[in-house]
Every structure is written in C-alpha cells, then in structure tokens.
C-alpha cells in the first residue's frame, strides 16, 4: 500500500483546475513512457503570464495530485517562469511522494512544457 501525504490526498480528492479550456491559446497531451498514463493541459496566455490552466488527467493518483499542484503553482507565473518548473519542486510542495511515483509528477510537469512548446510555436 503506498503512503501519501494528506497534501496529496487533498489535491487527489479535490484537484484543482481540473477540466479543459474550450478557448485554449494552446494544449498538449503527453504519455508517460513509464506507464502510459496520458494528461492534457490547456493554457489561457495573456500578458506573456499564464492566466489560466486546466488539466485532464487519465492517470493515477499521484498524476492528478501533481498535476493539481501544478496548475495553482504556474497559474499567474510568467511563460519564462513556468518553464523552469522542476517535478521535484512540485513533489517537494506536496510534502513528499513515493519514489516509485516520481515519474507521474514527471508527466504533469512535461506535458505542461509541452503546452508552452505548442504556445510558442503557434506564435513564431
Ligand atoms: Fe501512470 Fe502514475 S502510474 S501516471
């Protein structure tokens, strides 16, 4: 049985920015190689600041948990900002995951790069 935070079963329970953004500037979806969980994050960009995130998660608890965390740390950040997000900063804001789940904050934390990737591309 693995051990989580209350943090974490929080997030899990009741995550936060769950859903989809119908008028996204840009989206991802990634897979985790680890596992084959996907997520998709969608952004609402303005200023050059992250005005809105939701994610779609169809992984596990410790993915919604992180990608959950993921949104209210980026929300407000700028694109520069949020690109230097590390999964360990998220993991380290939730008190801490089990090593063998580190690879489900990877994916929250890839496929928002992902996102910002599609951002920027869309706009060049
Ligand atoms: Fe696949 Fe966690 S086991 S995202």
């Given at each position: 049985m693995l051990k989580y935070t209350?943090?974490?079963?929080?997030?899990?329970?009741?995550?936060?920015?769950?859903?989809r953004i119908?008028?996204?500037?840009?989206?991802?979806?990634?897979?985790s190689i680890a596992c084959g969980d996907m997520m998709t994050v969608y952004l609402k960009v303005e200023d050059g600041k992250i005005a809105d995130i939701k994610f779609e998660s169809y992984g596990c608890a410790a993915n919604i948990a992180t990608a959950s965390m993921?949104?209210?740390v980026v929300k407000g950040l700028s694109i520069e900002e949020a690109k230097k997000l590390s999964w360990k900063e998220i993991v380290e804001r939730l008190g801490g995951l089990?090593?063998?789940?580190?690879h489900c904050s990877n994916l929250a934390v890839d496929t928002l790069k992902k996102a910002i990737e599609a951002y920027e591309g869309k706009r060049q």
């Open positions: 209350e943090l974490v079963m929080d997030h899990f329970k009741n995550p936060r920015n769950l859903g119908d008028d996204a500037d840009a989206q991802a979806t990634e897979g993921m949104t209210e089990p090593q063998i789940k580190y």
